[in-house]
């Protein structure tokens, strides 16, 4: 750990805590909680002091780690799930961007370099299955789904989250790529069977270490000189 209790001004309010640290490679990193930090701060501004911060350290790649629910009835709890796309249905979190000025070409939203990166450390050392590939359906919450909204989200995609957007959006918004590597802790309500509280909260806590050595090995094994394209997406806007 270099530093820790890093926060910043932005033009969206104080940041939370930032670490910063560095891998056993010698990749500088910082780290940060999205989630559950401060009340009276919406999610969508918090995901923007976020982002605001990593682009003006000149982060160059952001992951993100979370636990996802269900839908695709193939997937069991402890599966992870390196996403490579993601249909957004938050209601609440905006449309403003962080630096702006920019068509957000979102074809291919998810960096190749990163998501191989994690899939490989995955299969090293996960615990369950790993996916190189799924759909996130993104949902407002913090409520979970009822089980007639996962029968329609279900043809959308394979997993129900909460934490892909704005953030893969806004990663493209200040220049960075953006990868995540999500692990099963519930199926989706009608999926399967019915979940059990206990082996979700169990899955959040012995399930960390895991995602964690994961992510450090993936931030270690990412070849910085490939060309995953990523900026190619990112052009002039047309609306000005
Ligand atoms: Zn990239």
Redesign the pocket.
Known sequence: MLQQGLSFDTPFGPSPDFKLFETVGGRRCLTVRLHGWRDGVSRGLASRQVFSVLHRAGVRRIISEAGVGSLNPLLDPRDIVIPDDYVDLTTARGSEPVVGGRLLIMRDPV????ASSLTAAARELADGRVFDRGTCVVTEGPRFESRAEVRVIGAMGDVVGQSMCPEVWLARDIGA?YGALYVVVNYGEGVVADWEHGLLSDIFSDHATIQAGIILKAIDAADETAA???AELSKPTLLD
């Not at 960096?111 to 990163?114: E, Q, R």
């Open positions: 960096c190749g370099t990163i790529c995953c394209g990523c």
